[in-house]
């Protein structure tokens, strides 16, 4: 006997049913610190090194990601693995992650951090103070530069300033398929700076106190 199109409507509807009860049944990503270091072995060549170098697309120190907020780890991780971020190496690690892997690593570098450590945020220069107003940096990324109003915005103060410099200069950048970020919030922020207005906002930055520290890590395991 034929199956006709109207008999197998109900059927493919209890399939889908079925699917997305199944869906709905997973069990939600519970992080891992220890399983995020094991898994760490692609990120110590670079994040585990102080004070180490990249080339692209210009030298700068690569960002301290030990003590960085964790929902900010996984948002930028997705950012790269879908383009949002423009990076060659960072598009490929992030490529081979799922969504585990994205919440193992963040929590594992997020408990990386020197908490209960002094802070102090010195007033900055007038002409700075004016910069960060102009941006309105601090509706986000919270008075002290270290303590964001969403976990999905990273920390800034104490990061280093070259790679701030970077990054900022990277939300002005549109239409190159390998270089900048997409992110319309900053993007919009960033258009009316001066390169040498992004520097200095960097170097303010860069100078506080912070969570933010390397772990160095031991490329053999």
Known sequence: MKLTFSKFLPVMATALIGAASVAQAADPITPSA??????????????????YQAS???IHKVPMIGGQGAKY?????NEYQKGDRKH???KGIAASLTEQDMADLA?????QNVAGAE???PAAPANVAALLDKGKCVTCHGTDFNTAISGEYPKLAGQHADYLYVALKSYQIAGNPHVGRANPTMQAQIQGFTHAELKLIANYLGSLK???TVHPQSRFR
């Open 88 to 90: 060659p190496t960072m």
């Open 119 to 121: 802070k102090t945020l």
């Open 107 to 111: 929590a594992f570098y997020e408990k």
């Open 56 to 58: 692209f697309p210009e």
């Open 210 to 212: 912070s969570d933010l």
């Open 34 to 51: 220890a399983a995020g270091e094991k898994k760490a072995a692609m990120c110590i060549g670079c994040h585990g090194i102080p004070g």
């Open 73 to 77: 780890i996984v948002a930028a991780l």
